[in-house]
Structures are given as C-alpha cells and as structure tokens.
C-alpha cells in the first residue's frame, strides 16, 4: 500500500465507499454492473498483491467474497459488519511490545490465508486421522489433555462467553506428526449425542497438518458434530467469517501473549471473536444446531501424539511453566459470573512429569510441561480425540 499512486487510492476510495454504500443499503442487490464489478475485480488484484510472510501468502479478499459464503447454511445470511456489544469486562494486552502483524488490508476487504493445495491434501490427512479406527494401516494417535473447565452444574447458569490473556511460548520439539495445541474450548452438548455436540475454539498451536510447518500459528476450529464431519482448522472450510483486516486464523504468532474472547452477541447470536486490539471475525449462528449458549467451557492444552512416540511439550514445556489470566467466564449481558457459579474443575489426563494444570481462582491456570509420555503397547488406548 505504501507505493500507491494518490490517484490510484482515490479510485479505490471512491469503489470501496460504493460498494460499502450498496451494500449498507442491501447485502443482496448490488448496483454495480458487469462491466463495473469487472474493473473493481481488476482494481482489487491489482491494488491488493498477495504478500508473503513465513512462506505463507495472504490475500486481502472483498469481504462479501470470502470463502466463508460457500457454506449452504450461509445463503441468507447476512454480513455482520459490527461487534455491536463488546463485554465491558475486555481484557487489554499487559504487554507493551509492537504488535508486528501483517499490513492493513483496506477498507471492504479483510486479510485472508490463501489455502493451498497441500494445505487441502494435509486437512484430508487429518480428517483421516480423525477416523483412524476404520484405518487398520494407520499408527494410533493419541491426545492428552490438562486444563481447567467451567460447567452448568448449577442449572440456572448457562455460560455465554470467556475472555483471557494466554501466554504464547514458541515450542520446540514438536514432530511433524505431532501437535501441541493451547486453546479455549466453548462446548455444547459435550454429554448428549456426537451429532449435536457443538464447539468453537481458539488458541495458539504448533501444528504441522494444519498450518504446513512448526511454527506457533494463531488458528480456530469449530465443529457441529462433536469433531465427525463438520467443521475444521482456521478456514479449511466455509464457516468462520473473516471481518478483521489484519488478523486472521493461520497467522503466525510470534508475540507472548495472547489476549482471546469468544462470546456470543446477544443481538445477532453469531459467536465473536476478538482479541484485545479488534474484532477478528465470527461463526455465524446459522451454521449450529446445538449452541444457544455453552454448556461448559473449558481452557487447556492438548498435545497429540503416535503412540509409538513420546508425547510432545505444551506450554512452555516446563511443569505449569505457562498460564491462562484474568479468566472471565460472561453471563448474558456478558457480564461476569462470581466465580461460586462456575463450577471449576481442573482435568489431567496425565500428570506429573508429563503435564500440569493448577487453577485458582485468583491467579489463573498454570499448565504446560516437557511430555515425553509414552503408552505401553500392550495397553492400547481406549479412547481417540483429536483437537
Ligand atoms: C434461504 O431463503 C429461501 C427463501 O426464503 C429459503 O427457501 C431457503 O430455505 C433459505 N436457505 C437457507 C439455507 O436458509
Ligand atoms: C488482570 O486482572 C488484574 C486483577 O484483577 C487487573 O489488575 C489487571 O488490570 C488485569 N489485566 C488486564 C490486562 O486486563
Ligand atoms: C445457581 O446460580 C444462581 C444464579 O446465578 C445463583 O443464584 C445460585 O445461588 C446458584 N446455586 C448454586 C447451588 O450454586
Ligand atoms: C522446524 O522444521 C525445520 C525444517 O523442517 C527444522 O530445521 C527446525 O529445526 C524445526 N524447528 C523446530 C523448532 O522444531
């Protein structure tokens, strides 16, 4: 952007206050003509070269044409253009470091990862994997998850958003056939039948299948059916919609902390997604069938491994070397609960010297450890999640 023309960004001013103008008037009915959405096309590419940071190329797509719109359940839906309520209780960075992000997408466009062929051919593999006992050719991949999770034990209390501040290490030692994964979890239907069980969650991960390399990426995942069919990593499919112009799931994340809230907006009921700075993007209501609100929330890390080698580190690698603070779990007018409502239960499991997860209510979760664990061969493992 820093090379445009001026009168380059005045045409691309002018379309994009267009476009924004037609569209605030009807997401449908668009009064460019051909021969106008053909020169804007041209504009666009030309105006928004794909970049390369880490290997990886962005694009800044038209927001009304991302890949999110290709999901059948979005036909009707509706482009939410604003965060209309933000929970008071936001988190704000505690760090002072420069945000080094990607550039700014313009204005009408927002920053996408562009999906490639192996990045398809590397999401096969881990719908694959997530079938492994009908693969009798496939070594077993177990996941060991610790954290801490909040429930609605108590009846009346149903959980309709969460905010923390994570602390971001950058892992190594994490094998390509390995995952190493920190991430808030908002479920529903977690104890009902797997066709209803829905969940979003973010985080940061070291994930080889998902994102092509070792490096610590920030991504999403979401899911209608307990992790079955629907759902994916970042953007691997329609779904999540993109409104941010600068963050985007896929990004490498390379600062050390974190700040991540997903809430639902009592106006539209999309589930938000936003970090300290800005709104990144949403999952659109339409694409649930289970998730008015969250039935538990739960924030941990999960490493996965083939049970021929020894689990991968989490955290920081060291024993409750990494934390999650100022964890606000949000009522419906995403207000706090008091903590007495929110049932906290820390869950492991594995422990000690593997992985740790302490909570209290004051300090946070302190999780994390060096892994290393491996299952014997003659006890094959019950049960296979992958997150
Ligand atoms: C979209 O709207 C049309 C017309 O109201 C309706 O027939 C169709 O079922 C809707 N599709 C979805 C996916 O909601
Ligand atoms: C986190 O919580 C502490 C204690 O309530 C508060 O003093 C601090 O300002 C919060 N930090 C951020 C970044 O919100
Ligand atoms: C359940 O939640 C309600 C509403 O927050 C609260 O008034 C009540 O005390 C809670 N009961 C228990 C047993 O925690
Ligand atoms: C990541 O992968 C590269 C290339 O495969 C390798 O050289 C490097 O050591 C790995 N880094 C970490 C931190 O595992």
């Given at each position: 952007m820093g090379h445009m023309e001026g009168s380059q960004a005045l045409v691309l001013f002018i379309l994009c206050a267009l476009l924004y103008h037609s569209v605030a008037a009807?997401?449908?009915?668009?009064?460019?003509?051909e021969a106008e959405e053909k020169e804007l096309q041209t504009q666009l590419k030309s105006l928004n070269k794909p970049y390369d940071e880490y290997g990886i190329t962005f694009d800044c797509v038209d927001i009304y044409k991302?890949?999110?719109?290709?999901?059948?359940?979005?036909?009707n839906h509706t482009l939410?253009?604003?965060?209309i309520s933000f929970p008071k209780s936001m988190n704000k960075n505690?760090?002072?470091?420069?945000?080094?992000?990607?550039r700014r997408c313009p204005r009408g466009t927002v920053l996408i990862r562009r999906t490639t062929r192996e990045d398809l051919i590397r999401e096969k593999q881990i719908q694959r994997t997530k079938r492994?006992?009908?693969?009798?050719?496939t070594v077993t991949v177990e996941a060991y998850t610790a954290g801490v999770s909040f429930s609605?034990?108590?009846?009346?209390v149903k959980f309709y958003g969460i905010s923390a501040i994570l602390d971001v290490y950058q892992l190594s030692?994490?094998?390509?056939?390995q995952t190493s994964a920190t991430q808030i979890v908002v479920n529903k239907g977690?104890?009902?039948p797997l066709d209803y069980r829905n969940v979003v969650q973010a985080g940061f991960h070291v994930h080889h299948e998902a994102e092509g390399d070792n490096l610590t990426h920030f991504f999403t995942y979401w899911t209608t059916d307990g992790y079955q069919k629907t759902g994916c990593f970042?953007?691997?499919?329609?779904?999540f919609i993109q409104t941010s112009e600068r963050t985007t799931p896929g990004l490498v994340y390379t600062l050390s902390n974190m700040v991540l809230s997903i809430f639902?907006?009592?106006?539209?009921s999309n589930w938000m997604l936003v970090n300290d700075k800005e709104w990144i993007g949403y999952w659109p209501k339409?694409?649930?069938?289970?998730?008015?609100?969250?039935s538990q929330i739960q924030l941990s890390a999960t490493a996965s491994s083939p049970t021929d080698q020894p689990s991968p580190p989490t955290?920081?690698?060291?024993?409750?070397g990494a934390s999650f603070k100022n964890i606000t779990v949000l009522n419906g007018e995403l207000n706090p609960y008091p903590p007495?409502?929110?049932?906290a239960e820390t869950f492991l499991d594995i422990g000690k010297p593997f992985y740790e997860a302490i909570y209290n209510v004051d300090s946070g979760l302190f999780y994390g450890g060096p892994g290393g664990w491996k299952p014997e061969?003659?006890?094959?493992?019950?049960s296979i999640s992958h997150r």
């Amino acid at each position: 952007m820093g090379h445009m023309e001026g009168s380059q960004a005045l045409v691309l001013f002018i379309l994009c206050a267009l476009l924004y103008h037609s569209v605030a008037a009807d997401h449908t009915a668009r009064y460019l003509s051909e021969a106008e959405e053909k020169e804007l096309q041209t504009q666009l590419k030309s105006l928004n070269k794909p970049y390369d940071e880490y290997g990886i190329t962005f694009d800044c797509v038209d927001i009304y044409k991302q890949p999110a719109f290709d999901h059948p359940l979005l036909k009707n839906h509706t482009l939410q253009i604003k965060s209309i309520s933000f929970p008071k209780s936001m988190n704000k960075n505690p760090s002072s470091e420069t945000v080094k992000l990607p550039r700014r997408c313009p204005r009408g466009t927002v920053l996408i990862r562009r999906t490639t062929r192996e990045d398809l051919i590397r999401e096969k593999q881990i719908q694959r994997t997530k079938r492994i006992d009908l693969q009798e050719d496939t070594v077993t991949v177990e996941a060991y998850t610790a954290g801490v999770s909040f429930s609605d034990l108590n009846e009346s209390v149903k959980f309709y958003g969460i905010s923390a501040i994570l602390d971001v290490y950058q892992l190594s030692g994490v094998l390509d056939t390995q995952t190493s994964a920190t991430q808030i979890v908002v479920n529903k239907g977690e104890t009902g039948p797997l066709d209803y069980r829905n969940v979003v969650q973010a985080g940061f991960h070291v994930h080889h299948e998902a994102e092509g390399d070792n490096l610590t990426h920030f991504f999403t995942y979401w899911t209608t059916d307990g992790y079955q069919k629907t759902g994916c990593f970042n953007i691997h499919c329609a779904g999540f919609i993109q409104t941010s112009e600068r963050t985007t799931p896929g990004l490498v994340y390379t600062l050390s902390n974190m700040v991540l809230s997903i809430f639902k907006d009592p106006k539209t009921s999309n589930w938000m997604l936003v970090n300290d700075k800005e709104w990144i993007g949403y999952w659109p209501k339409e694409i649930f069938n289970n998730l008015a609100d969250s039935s538990q929330i739960q924030l941990s890390a999960t490493a996965s491994s083939p049970t021929d080698q020894p689990s991968p580190p989490t955290g920081n690698g060291e024993l409750g070397g990494a934390s999650f603070k100022n964890i606000t779990v949000l009522n419906g007018e995403l207000n706090p609960y008091p903590p007495y409502v929110q049932h906290a239960e820390t869950f492991l499991d594995i422990g000690k010297p593997f992985y740790e997860a302490i909570y209290n209510v004051d300090s946070g979760l302190f999780y994390g450890g060096p892994g290393g664990w491996k299952p014997e061969p003659q006890n094959p493992p019950s049960s296979i999640s992958h997150r």
